[in-house]
């Protein structure tokens, strides 16, 4: 069968899935709020955990949620922002975790461990898990990548992996390329040349480290994109370079997560 045909079949196969908010127990033991998205039918296979962006889990996350599920993964996105949500909206939780600093890592850390226990544990998963973070997002999934352990991580723009002293803070006391030898899978990395947030000596430190510690890494970066270049409700969104960043997403997660075959 051709690629093209296998990759139609497995789309009709996925034409029915399933998506819904959901609360699960973090590994400090919170109840944590998160959407999850699911195709019905096909296990098992492999799951994916998505760190969301700063502004949270937005419509813009719900669809790229629904996008991994659609290409035949577990997906779920836990809700970093849950507890202040309880009594504020999205935007409250938000500006009130940036006034506080951002989202504590160790916080971060247990409930990304929860939702790690949550996909695994589900009678569809195949075992093998992916991470992928946007945003503060690429950040916190190289962190928990290299405390929690994965199949396979994916950086879209995460700022600050490489941070000096004057930017680590009591939420954020590590610098994640500091745990660069920590790391036990491939990592894939995509960003823009024209993001404030990443600079590109940054992109060569990461680079650099991700060599000397004798990892297996991809290192994308795109001409003229900016940052959060995926996200098509924001004003950065850059069409090709999407495009091409998508393409690679699911090549690399194809070749590292060792998807079942159709049957």
């Known amino acids: 069968m051709e690629e093209n045909d296998v990759e139609g079949t497995r789309r009709l196969r996925n034409a029915a899935i399933l998506s819904e908010s959901i609360r699960y127990d973090s590994g400090n033991g919170d109840p ?51 507890r202040e949500m309880e009594t504020r909206t999205r935007n409250e939780a938000r500006a009130v975790v940036r006034s506080e600093g951002g989202v504590p890592d160790e916080r971060m850390l247990a409930d990304v461990q929860g939702g790690i226990r949550f996909l695994k544990n589900h009678p569809d998963s195949s075992g093998t898990l992916g991470i992928v973070g946007f945003c503060s997002g690429g950040r916190q999934a190289y962190l928990a990548a290299c405390r929690l352990g994965a199949n396979a991580i994916i950086d879209c723009y995460g700022g600050s992996i490489v941070a000096d002293a004057s930017k680590l803070s009591e939420r954020h006391p590590i610098a994640p390329i500091d745990l660069t030898s920590d790391l036990n899978c491939p990592f894939l990395g995509l960003f823009g040349d024209k993001d404030p947030h990443v600079p590109i000596e940054d992109i060569h430190k990461l680079e650099v480290a991700l060599k000397e510690n004798g990892k297996s890494y991809e290192t994308h970066v795109y001409p003229g994109a900016g940052h959060a270049f995926f996200c098509t409700t924001g004003k950065s969104y850059d069409f090709a370079a999407a495009g091409d960043g998508w393409s690679r997403i699911f090549d690399f997660l194809e070749n590292n997560l060792k998807d079942q075959p159709l049957r």
């Open 32 to 82: 944590v709020d998160a959407y999850f998205s699911r195709p019905l039918g096909i296990g098992p296979i492999p799951s994916i955990l998505i760190i969301h962006h700063s502004p949270g889990i937005d419509e813009w996350t719900r669809e790229v949620v629904r996008k991994f599920a659609d290409h035949s993964y577990l997906t779920m996105c836990p809700n970093l922002l849950s």
